[in-house]
């Protein structure tokens, strides 16, 4: 399987869902312009995991997508890719994953010590996960780092949760700079919609593929990427989320979102189109300066219930959005997805970012935009229920 066009489907929507509510209730006071979050009226159902692959013994109850997520957690963990665990015949069949081997078995047997953990330690709170052993390695590491004690390496990483700065700017101060350095509210608000092409390269990918993103306010949006396979897509529109891609790159060809998933699809939208940012979360709160790429940026996260988390980097000098890092919970442990955002143009009064690369535990790929129309009309079909990829 190609890990480009499917981290496509898989990283842009890696999820956002409430984390560490503890930590995050005494923060900024909510909005009271703050809508409720739009739920869609009849949520289609995902397809669980148990449904479509064989041979699950300890890891039931996710949804398809999730089910990828937690894999990619995995890679990420060991440093390792699929065949690590998987047999070499796997690589484009989906059937041969369900073959088992002494590395598979290792593997069931390491999720339920980690559950065991969590369940006897920490009252079955996420607080051990692969990574805290592993750190990227096969083996953990058993022997104190001279280095990281003494210089040559960082003794903490950075945590997901923000600290909040007790002076500087406030989070409403950063934002309102943000729409300001955009073009300001007014111009914001007559850019509607937008049709845009150009082109993805995804991580591996030798060649660069056609790609289009639609988009209408305030929150709908499709992206699709041409493939000589078929098309895949990620769609958000009226509070419902699709995934489309072909059988070669994902096991189940299309599938609604749910949970943290339809989470990072409705922020993917709302980012979009800004002017009414700060309405994204009821709760905001302004982070620790940081540098990204030896600039300095301010950061802002924002977070409530059925919202998720999402943390904001914004450049200090032209108030731009830099970065974007949402999070999502799996049973095995949280999934980070992160948007890098540059070469920002006019368009109508309105800078926007022509080029998105988008992270996550097991890739990476890259949109850059050659043309962007704003303002045009956009079917709803759009940003309706994909098509079946391959078919017409």
């Not at 955009?182 to 049709?195: I, V």
């Amino acid at each position: 399987m190609r890990r480009g066009l499917s981290f496509v489907v898989v990283a842009a929507l890696a999820g956002l869902q409430a984390v560490r509510p503890a930590v995050l209730a005494a923060q900024t006071p909510p909005s009271p312009a703050a809508p409720p979050a739009p739920v869609a009226a009849a949520a289609p159902a995902a397809p669980m995991a148990e449904a479509v692959f064989k041979n699950l013994q300890v890891i039931k109850g996710t949804t398809v997508n999730q089910f990828m997520e937690t894999m990619g957690f995995f890679t990420a963990s060991l440093g390792a890719d699929c065949t690590f665990c998987h047999v070499n015949e796997s690589n484009g069949n989906w059937a041969k994953y369900a073959d088992d081997n002494a590395r598979k078995r290792i593997a069931r047997r390491m999720f339920t010590m980690v559950e065991g953990i969590n369940k006897t330690n920490f009252g079955g709170r996420q607080v051990v996960t692969c990574f805290t052993c592993h750190r990227g390695g096969n083996r953990p590491l058993v022997t104190a780092s001279l280095a990281k004690l003494y210089g040559g390496g960082p003794l903490d990483e950075e945590q997901d949760d923000v600290v909040v700065a007790a002076q500087g700017a406030s989070a409403d101060s950063i934002l309102d700079q943000y729409i300001k350095a955009l073009g300001g509210t007014e111009r914001l608000a007559k850019l509607t919609s937008f049709a845009a092409k150009g082109t993805y390269q995804g991580y591996g990918d030798p060649e660069k593929r056609q790609v289009d993103v639609y988009a209408r306010a305030p929150r709908q949006r499709a992206t699709i990427v041409h493939g000589s396979d078929g098309d895949s897509s990620t769609v958000y529109g009226n509070g419902v989320a699709w995934l489309a891609a072909p059988i070669t790159e994902r096991p189940v060809t299309v599938q609604a979102l749910t949970g943290g998933d339809l989470q990072a699809a409705r922020i993917e939208a709302e980012v979009t189109f800004p002017a009414r940012i700060k309405q994204s979360f009821p709760t905001w709160r302004a982070g620790l300066p940081s540098t990204i790429d030896d600039r300095d940026v301010q950061v802002v996260q924002g977070s409530g219930p059925g919202r998720g988390m999402a943390t904001f980097y914004f450049d200090k000098e032209t108030g731009l959005l830099t970065r974007l890092v949402r999070y999502a919970d799996s049973v095995v442990g949280r999934i980070p997805m992160q948007t890098d955002y540059s070469d920002y143009r006019d368009v109508s009064g309105v800078k926007l970012p022509f080029k998105w690369t988008y992270t996550w535990l097991d890739g990476r790929f890259t949109i850059e935009l050659s043309e962007l129309r704003p303002n045009v009309a956009i079917p709803p079909a759009r940003f309706a229920k994909p098509a079946e990829p391959g078919k017409k």
